[in-house]
């Protein structure tokens, strides 16, 4: 009885199956078998399986099915029935198994007793120059598990569907009767669905074990590949009805609901990305097979999935084939905007027409995504090609761009411009202007013609695909829109071109549909012996020649990846830039890593333009550099001019802390602003930065130790951020914090004058002068989903309707943070996340409503009211890092911890500014005694007053 017998099944790939069975015969366990199932091929498939059988007798067996089962079912059951090991696993033709394999998953399989051993899959991509590879759900396999039963892990039940990268017990396929359907696609998922339910225990390690080549080009095209036929998409369904029975009969709910996202999210997506481009009669029986089916998903599942693949699901059943279409371009094109979206009852749609259904308005209700929030410039729109032509080399294009919510306004100046550009983008491109821009409902409608054959010069060979986009213009604001081609029929053949290198490859350029759906084109040839030349071509990239020149280009290119590492740029960086001479007079500003012209550094900054002082300032950002100063060098963070600016500099200033890694050269001062005063427990203090090894607190320290100066504005300042960082004395300037020096001096003003000043930024904001301004400024929360969006802990359209009539709410989320506002409360509260520097916002508010923030240190100079909203007080305090003192006893305001009596502290706000007034004025001096509003000026005058011109 041999240990492992692998199944290899076959049909009409000749080929192919040695190389499948030569990678079974290789294997470091020998006492492997192969039994090879031939489909009843019409090829030389099965002459081939008897010659290898001859060619290693004992160890090779063949067999042929007496005609053809249609799917890979069947041959598979049949090799079980031949196999003879003490454990079965199956091969397909066309992929081979790791060397190891076989004795990975054997032993692992003695060790556990487990009934089933699986192992990572290797998807290669064959036909891709570097035959790409992709890991099948590699998170399943980080590290050995053994299951006692596979709703342990609904996950490997739900994702890895794949019957050939695993052993089986041969006892335990025969004892529960495991079979493959026989004659049907997608037999592995009811296979190995039967299995893992039935297994009494399962295994999974670390270790490769199976190559599953992929041939996307190939003539014949795999199940997976074949999506246009309908029987597949058929075959799939009921597969999954098959499965849903069985979890049904097991009560297995919870698994159920895990394999309805997987098919919201996987299995329908995959079809529907095909749908815009099939035909009429395909859509309607395509949407008559998914009815039924979308009927029986969990309605919990459209929750649990990406908002447009529910939407997709959703608009499936009901046939709004108006509104799929468009929104399955931006299931294919994430962050597109296809739809002109609807507004309705202050919530923004997807789409109109489904109001009256309740799980329809949850699913299509886009508010969320904050599409009503963005300018048009921010968006990515869809633009439907209405019409294409070509006579006489001239292209001839019309088409339709979205205007979501009239983001365009009806009056708006409009301009376009149509680009042609090679897809290598470090080669040329052509434009051509739009003749024809103007409003047609809720889209804008485009015409233009481009003369291909006079204008487009394409080089030829190197810029075969061109990409299509075209740039709009609204009042001076652009978004760069690409041509979706559903439904549109490109008429007219390849249109002449010259190219510049050679006329004998490439003559003619014709449209195309790229892979995402859009306007493409192609250089061909229909000249005569370009099938020759491009032969010839082609011999030669692939000889010595060309072996050479790809082998130098991926030198150059893996060099260059070097170059721009990580660990390079440090090398770089101290070993290269850190021995130039130090520029003297040079200064590297930087705040909040890089993402705000803001805080302390701004306020030095500013100063030492007020004094005239003699100095090249350098403005680090990440992100976009638009609103930074000018007359600066900007500099990308972490890129080499930054590195080289940082290793030049007489002085870095900064709020937070350059890149950790990179020592300061003893020449450069670097003056440490920080960026607040600390109520959470900081650096040292911190418990898990004392659980770490000595090595890495070393690691830290010596990134503090780089501070030559650090600011503070309080003897608190001292005790807690000081000792956390292990400072020493000399290192503390008690000078204050020079971004508030524009609050005292605000504060001075209005005790002054008597009166408050609002300043520029409440036109700005559009806010109205008999209304109060009350800011919420939280502190950083860890959320999960895109980009770290905060959820505010309040009904914030409950708080417009009842306090918008006095109040208007500014809210300032965390750098690190994001919000989104639903649009009925546009105007009575505003997002004003998007200010870099807090501290106008600050001046302009009568109140802040803060949690944790730091900004309560800062706003406390203005003696305004506060309000403390702790709604997570518990968790945050006892369960985090901990804090330097109680918030509940030295809170210069009320404290609440539920939105009711949050409500009922609004509404008693005015009464507020007497009753913590002294409150306010104990709290600014016992945390803000060095602010006095000349922080900027003591530090220009101490470090930078010589450089005066």
Partial sequence: MPDVSV??????????????????LDQTLRDVEVVIVDDCSTDRSFEVAQHLAAAHSGRVRAFQLPENSGAGGEPRNVGIQHTTGQYVMFLDSDDVLEHNACRNLLEAAEETGSDIVSGLCVRLHKDTRNQKRDEWYAWLYSATRTLESVTELPDLFVWDTLSTNKCYRRDFLIENNLRFPKGMFYEDLMFIAD??????????????????????????????????????????????????????????????????????????????????????????????????????????????????QAICAYLLQQGDWENLIPAVDTLTNRDKVSSPLAEHDGRIYWCDGHFDDVFGRRVLDVTDSGYHEKPVNKLFLRNQLTAFSEVGGTASLAGRITNPLGVIPADAELTGTLEFSARRRSLQSFTFPVRVLRHEGDTIHWETTADLTARLRPLGIVDTIWDVRLALDVDGARTTTRLTVADTELTGGPLPVRPRLTRMVADHIEPHISVRGHLAFRLVSEGRGSERVQELIARGVRGKPGTLAKAGYRKARTLRKTLASGDNKLRVYHEVFSRLPIKKRTVVFESHLGKQFSDSPRAI?????????????????????????????????????????????????????????????????YIQTWHGSALKKMGFDQPSLKATTRQEQSAQQRSLDRFDRFLVRSEHDVHTLAKAFRLKEKTLLRVGYPRNDALVQCRRREAERGRRERGPLAAELGIPDDKTVLLYAPTFRKVGGRHGRFELPFDVERFADQFGDRYVLLVRSHYLNHVVLPPTVQGRVIDVSAHHDITPVLELADGLITDYSSVMFDYALLDRPLVFFTYDYDAYVHEGRGTYFDLLEDAPGPVVRTEEEFHETIKSFETQALEYATARKEFVAKFGEYDRGDAAQSIVDQFFAQWSR
Avoid: C
């Fill in 605 to 669: 900054y500013e100063e030492m333009r007020r004094q005239g002082l003699d100095f090249e300032a350098i403005w680090s950002y990440s992100g976009s550099p638009k609103d930074f100063p000018k007359g600066v060098t900007l500099v990308r963070r972490w890129s080499m001019p930054y590195l080289k600016a940082l290793a030049q500099a007489e002085f870095w200033v900064d709020n937070q802390s350059y890149p950790l890694k990179l020592t300061k050269r003893p020449e450069t001062t």
């Fill in 7 to 24: 199944v290899v099944i076959v049909y009409n790939d000749a080929d192919r199956l040695p190389t499948a069975v030569q990678s079974v």
């Fill in 195 to 308: 299995a893992y339910l039935a297994a009494k225990r399962i295994t999974l390690i670390p270790n490769q074990v199976y190559f599953w080549h992929v041939y996307e080009k190939a003539a014949v095209k795999s199940v997976t590949n074949r999506r246009h036929e309908m029987t597949n998409y058929a075959h799939r369904l009921e597969i999954h009805r098959r499965i849903d029975a069985l979890l049904a009969e097991r009560g297995l709910t919870e698994m159920k609901l895990a394999k309805d996202v997987k098919f919201l999210k996987h299995d329908l997506v995959l079809h529907l990305r095909d749908l815009p481009f099939r035909s009429e009669s395909y859509r309607r029986e395509f949407a008559e097979l998914s009815r039924e089916y979308l009927g029986s998903i969990d309605p919990e599942a459209y929750e649990r999935v990406q908002p447009i």
